[in-house]
């Protein structure tokens, strides 16, 4: 597996923007599709976009369409999270994950092998 190390969080208000980091170490970062999740206090962990092992697909949830973009960097072993018209309800603490074993998109939690800690977006009205 791969050890994922999330960065970019903080700060902003409503409407503005944000781009997450998401490193890799290993070697078999460009055999895994990448995915993003979030997590707010007291609730489940949300899939919020997903990014195939070349970058050719991208999957996101319908709230973030059109806002969000996913991309990935294989030389760099690095995806990233583009964020912008950025809302309240955007607040919570984002993961990066990797997923070594399928195609197509996968909304659960569950699919994905590995993950980073997190770091936190807080979006003020």
């Known amino acids: 597996q791969v050890q994922l190390a999330e960065s970019g969080g903080g700060l902003v208000q409503a409407g503005g923007s944000l781009t997450l980091s998401c490193a890799a170490s290993g070697r078999t970062f460009s055999d895994h599709a990448m995915g993003w999740f979030r997590q707010a206090p007291g609730k489940e962990r949300d899939f919020v976009a997903r990014?195939?092992?070349?970058?050719?697909?991208?999957y996101y949830a319908d709230s973030e369409k059109g806002r969000f973009t996913i991309s990935r960097d294989n030389a760099k072993n690095t995806v990233y999270l583009q964020m912008s018209s950025l809302k309240p309800e955007d607040t919570a603490v984002y993961y990066c994950?990797?997923?070594?074993?399928?195609?197509?998109?996968?909304?659960?939690?569950?699919?994905?092998?590995?993950w980073g800690q997190g770091t936190p977006v807080t979006v003020s009205s």
């Open positions: 990014i195939s092992r070349t970058g050719g697909r991208t």
């Open positions: 994950a990797a997923d070594s074993s399928g195609f197509g998109p996968k909304y659960d939690p569950a699919a994905y092998d590995s």
